[in-house]
């Protein structure tokens, strides 16, 4: 009897040991697989557009690491993109699966603010919240924020939003004079009450 307890206690302790070395491992490759989702990340041109059938870049990358996702789908990032992927991951690199869309140039989103109707559906639309505006009042683009990622054309009712190149855009407001702008109506408002 004394014979089967030894037994049972070494073969508990063996358990024990495996378990926390199994757990030391797991947190392990944890960390190595989240810093490769950060490289990977890093690379992504962070347009949050979608057009790789993910939801932003980090998921998309998530699933790069994974193995769930190719290299070759972000049309944002283009052929440098899928070429620094390919680098980091030490696999060859593809052309761009234009099934996802085509590389352009930077884009930036332009209201014309004149035909605006406030529906706020850009606004829900963006994934940078680069978009500011009031209920049934005209809305305008933060062009420091906006990525041109195209999400917020399709819901506008009215057809008032641009894409024009990023470097010729003549941004409508920037994130500096939205400060000073909001600073100016709460100061507004403070004389009004």
Same mark, same amino acid.
């Given at each position: 009897?004394?014979?089967?307890?030894?037994?049972?206690?070494?073969?508990?302790?063996?358990?024990c040991?495996?378990?926390?070395?199994?757990?030391?491992?797991?947190?392990?490759w944890?960390?190595?697989?989240?810093?490769?989702?950060?490289?990977? @990340?890093?690379i992504?041109?962070?347009? +949050? &557009?979608?057009?790789c059938?993910?939801? #932003?870049? *980090?998921?998309? $990358?998530?699933?790069?690491? @994974?193995?769930?996702?190719?290299?070759? +789908? &972000?049309?944002?990032g283009?052929?440098? #993109?899928? *070429?620094?992927? $390919?680098?980091?991951l030490?696999?060859?690199?593809?052309?761009?699966?234009?099934?996802?869309?085509?590389?352009?140039?930077?884009?930036?989103?332009?209201?014309?603010?004149?035909?605006c109707?406030?529906?706020?559906?850009?606004?829900?639309?963006?994934?940078?919240?680069?978009?500011?505006?009031?209920p049934k009042?005209?809305?305008t683009?933060?062009a420091?924020?906006?990525?041109?990622?195209?999400?917020?054309?399709?819901?506008?009712?009215?057809d008032c939003?641009?894409?024009?190149?990023?470097?010729?855009?003549?941004?409508?407001?920037?994130?500096d004079?939205?400060?000073?702008?909001?600073?100016a109506?709460?100061?507004?408002?403070?004389?009004?009450a």
């Amino acid at each position: 009897m004394l014979e089967v307890l030894t037994v049972s206690l070494y073969l508990l302790l063996i358990a024990c040991f495996a378990g926390i070395a199994l757990a030391y491992a797991d947190s392990r490759w944890q960390a190595r697989d989240a810093q490769l989702v950060d490289q990977i @990340n890093s690379i992504l041109p962070q347009t +949050q &557009c979608a057009q790789c059938d993910y939801p #932003g870049c *980090r998921p998309y $990358a998530q699933a790069i690491a @994974n193995g769930e996702a190719d290299i070759n +789908q &972000c049309p944002p990032g283009g052929e440098d #993109g899928i *070429r620094q992927l $390919a680098m980091l991951l030490d696999v060859q690199p593809k052309p761009l699966d234009t099934a996802h869309g085509e590389h352009k140039p930077p884009l930036l989103a332009v209201i014309n603010e004149a035909q605006c109707i406030g529906c706020k559906l850009c606004i829900q639309a963006c994934p940078v919240d680069a978009i500011v505006g009031a209920p049934k009042r005209m809305h305008t683009i933060i062009a420091a924020e906006c990525t041109g990622c195209e999400l917020c054309l399709p819901p506008c009712p009215v057809d008032c939003i641009d894409l024009v190149p990023a470097d010729n855009a003549q941004p409508a407001i920037t994130a500096d004079y939205l400060k000073l702008s909001n600073a100016a109506v709460r100061q507004l408002e403070g004389r009004a009450a």
